[in-house]
């Protein structure tokens, strides 16, 4: 039976639309605690496991400041746990990652062979929970995404929609730039590459939606596309200071998975429409 951890974020219900509730084990911190190596180990003797995705994380980029040791134990103990869950059980893991264990101080694609630099602790900890699954896992492959968003939990388009329905003007940020990923399609390529995973496999790859955006393109689409009178205005960073430092160019190089595994990509702006239509 397939694990799926982390099962209550966006990604994990997305994958639960896609593969059906009694098709795999869902599991939040309420039902596995992956920092507890001995919960995580019996958790492995009680089920028969065919496959581990990891969609279990601190993402709070900001509180991770505050709270590194929990980031910490989330993000990279719990990993480590989980990789060698699959060693043990000798079963494939797909764990997902994040544009932040790069500095984006580049103006080019990023892609997986270089070299990561992570700005603030929540990178810190998602760069050792890849180490940690690279060095523990035997058959791997990392999903390194970004500016997840959809239907599920709080995400920047949700937060979008619901300051514009109090105010009459919104400031976001325009220059930094990534590319937004419609959670569902993340969801999709994982489903699809899943069973092409060779054994003793160990990969990085990237996968976001195609094209690239500001915070400030992103949001005017959304409330374009939504229909919402509210008007947006450009800032720079250093006019919202955050806790935690940001890749100031994040967009993700996603030549190797469509070589490697023949997909096709959906652009951000389709992502956009779609939740905004499975949201009305």
Same mark, same amino acid.
């Given at each position: 039976m397939l694990l799926v951890t982390g099962a209550n974020g966006q990604l994990g219900n997305c994958l639960k639309d896609i593969l059906g509730k009694n098709n795999a084990i869902y599991t939040d911190a309420a039902e596995l605690d992956i920092t507890d190596e001995k919960a995580v180990r019996a958790f492995g003797t009680a089920h028969d496991l065919t496959a581990i995705i990891n969609c279990a994380a601190y993402t709070n980029v900001d509180k991770a400041e505050d709270e590194p040791e929990t980031a910490r134990c989330i993000n990279a103990l719990g990993s480590e746990n989980l990789a060698k869950l699959a060693a043990e059980k000798d079963i494939p893991l797909v764990h997902i990652s994040t544009d932040y264990v790069f500095d984006g101080t580049d103006n080019h694609p990023i892609a997986e062979t270089a070299a990561p630099a992570p700005l603030g602790v929540y990178g810190k900890t998602k760069l050792e929970?890849?180490?940690?699954?690279?060095?523990?896992?035997?058959?791997?492959?990392?999903?390194?995404?970004?500016?997840?968003?959809?239907? @599920?939990?709080?995400?920047?388009?949700?937060?979008?929609?619901?300051?514009?329905?109090?105010?009459?003007?919104?400031? $976001? $940020? *325009?220059?930094?730039?990534?590319?937004?990923?419609?959670?569902?399609?993340?969801?999709?390529?994982? $489903?699809?590459?899943?069973?092409?995973?060779?054994?003793?496999?160990?990969?990085?790859?990237?996968?976001?939606?195609?094209?690239?955006?500001?915070?400030?393109?992103? *949001?005017?689409?959304?409330?374009?596309?939504?229909?919402?009178?509210?008007?947006?205005?450009?800032?720079?960073?250093?006019? @919202?200071?955050?806790?935690?430092?940001?890749? *100031?160019?994040? $967009?993700?190089?996603?030549?190797?998975?469509?070589?490697?595994?023949?997909?096709?990509?959906?652009?951000?702006?389709?992502?956009?429409?779609?939740?905004?239509?499975?949201?009305?």
């Open positions: 929970g890849e180490e940690n699954i690279l060095k523990y896992a035997p058959t791997t492959i990392i999903l390194r995404t970004a500016w997840l968003y959809s239907p @599920y939990g709080k995400n920047f388009l949700k937060t979008m929609l619901s300051i514009a329905a109090q105010k009459n003007e919104i400031y $976001v $940020v *325009a220059d930094q730039f990534g590319t937004p990923t419609y959670a569902p399609h993340l969801a999709e390529t994982i $489903v699809r590459i899943l069973p092409q995973i060779k054994h003793s496999t160990k990969e990085i790859y990237h996968f976001t939606d195609e094209g690239a955006a500001t915070w400030y393109d992103f *949001a005017h689409y959304i409330l374009k596309t939504a229909g919402c009178a509210c008007r947006i205005r450009p800032i720079s960073t250093k006019d @919202y200071p955050t806790k935690a430092l940001r890749p *100031a160019f994040s $967009v993700l190089d996603k030549s190797k998975i469509k070589r490697d595994f023949n997909i096709e990509i959906s652009h951000w702006t389709k992502g956009v429409e779609e939740c905004l239509t499975k949201l009305s």
